[in-house]
């Protein structure tokens, strides 16, 4: 999937520049990779639905997951969504995302932050929670 976004990256990029386009893996084992965001040195977060955050450097997908991200529900369009930097990221490293969370019958969409600090999120909180919750797993 990743694959797909930087070729399809490069393929926006290029569109109508009559040049020549080549698709770089940059990453594998990603499982449902959803968002991408790019740190000012170059390495990249990865969502991946299932809950984990990932970051992938100039070697490629870095082992362990990035620790601190908050308990995900992983079902039909709910998981780990989108990841964002703050604009102030180089002075304040802090790192948003958004997430379904709660039990199946009852669960919602949640946006929250925290500072990314080596292989970590600390000091994450909960910025705002959707309401009402949620009866099924569509439609976030």
């Known amino acids: ?8 990256m490069a393929a926006l990029t290029l569109a109508g520049a009559g040049q020549a386009q080549t698709l770089h893996t940059v990453a594998d084992g990603l499982e449902y990779p959803w968002s991408v965001a790019f740190l000012p040195d170059g390495r ?4 991946e639905k299932p809950g984990r955050l990932r970051i992938v ?4 997908l870095v082992p362990e997951p990035v620790a601190g991200v908050p308990d995900v529900m992983y079902s039909g369009q709910g998981g780990l969504l989108d990841v ?8 304040d490293s802090r790192v948003y995302l958004t997430w379904t969370a ?3 019958r009852s669960n919602t969409l949640h946006l ?12 994450f909180e909960i910025l705002f929670t959707a309401t009402p919750p949620r ?6």
């Open 1 to 8: 999937m990743l694959r797909c976004l930087v070729g399809l």
């Open 44 to 47: 990249m977060l990865v969502t």
């Open 112 to 123: 929250g932050s925290g500072r990314l600090v080596g292989q970590a999120l600390e000091d």
């Open 135 to 140: 009866r099924t797993n569509v439609h976030y």
């Open 57 to 60: 450097d100039e070697d490629g």
């Open 102 to 104: 709660g039990p199946a």
């Open 84 to 91: 964002a930097l703050s604009p102030d990221f180089a002075e």
